[in-house]
């Protein structure tokens, strides 16, 4: 199947593919058709009680290619086994900022995802999830990815001004909360963040900074140094929510 699909971009014109060429275009694939069978989860950012279960399928990432390409460098490793199924691995690093690092692993026939990993900074797992056991034939699927709402990112700014977006990062889908205030989806492609606008504060943890502003309280969740998540909100001076009203019922995107 490898073969099959650089052979068709060499006769499209796209002859020499890159890494991240093959990988987008696996992710893409992945979009119509899926592999089924044993797949072991464990996640361990955000801690949970019981941080492995099993499933039917990967959890789906929203991936998003164009992101993707622009924030991270991907570099093919090799061959390895997953379920005793021949796959390319790709390692994910980011080219600025202080996200997470990914590897991948894709099908070498069917050219799907096998197994994923997110990794923090100093290379501890943040969470996996890899097949024990495959169906004999993927399963086609339809997943939709809308484009992201033009405009929110100016919002989003006019909305919390002083806000310092993570590395790489864009806002791409505004939901209101049940409790009040509103949850602003980041991305850059690989990680998402969670900004959220609400009444009340939260309480302290790894992967999450919170912050007073006027009457209510900022907070960024995500898989970033501390720090970061810190400095992100550190410069905020005001909370107008209005500048969002238009983006809460805009569906969630893909740029």
């Known amino acids: 199947m490898r073969g099959l699909v650089l052979g068709l971009l060499a006769l499209s014109g796209a002859a020499g593919a890159s890494d991240t060429d ?65 796959a390319t691995r790709y390692e994910l690093t980011p080219k600025v900022g202080q996200a997470a690092r990914w590897t991948l692993w894709i099908d070498t026939q069917w050219n799907i995802p096998l197994a994923y990993q997110e990794d923090f900074q100093d290379g501890t797992v943040a969470r996996r999830a890899a097949f024990l056991k495959v169906n004999a034939r993927p399963t086609a699927v339809r997943v939709a990815l809308p484009s992201a709402p033009e405009g929110l990112r100016r919002a989003l700014l006019a909305a919390l001004p002083g806000l310092r977006l993570p590395a790489g990062t864009q806002p791409v889908a505004v939901r209101g909360r049940p409790n009040g205030g509103l949850e602003v989806s980041l991305t850059d492609g690989l990680n998402v963040l969670a900004l959220v606008v609400s009444p009340r504060g939260v309480r302290a943890a790894p992967g999450i900074a919170s912050r007073r502003v006027g009457g209510g309280y900022v907070w960024l969740v995500g898989n970033l140094p501390q720090a970061a998540l810190d400095s992100a909100l550190a410069g905020i001076s005001r909370v107008e929510p209005a500048a969002l009203g238009t983006f809460l019922k805009a569906d969630a995107s893909n740029p």
Do not use: C, I, S, Y
Request: proline fraction near 11%; avoid cysteine.
């Open 22 to 86: 093959e990988l987008l275009a696996a992710l893409k694939r992945a979009r119509t058709l899926e592999a089924r069978g044993t797949v072991e989860v464990t996640v361990l950012f955000p801690p949970r009680d019981t941080p492995t279960r099993v499933a039917a399928a990967l959890p789906r990432v929203p991936f998003r290619p164009a992101l993707l390409a622009r924030n991270f460098e991907v570099r093919r490793v090799g061959e390895e086994a997953v379920a005793r199924r021949p």
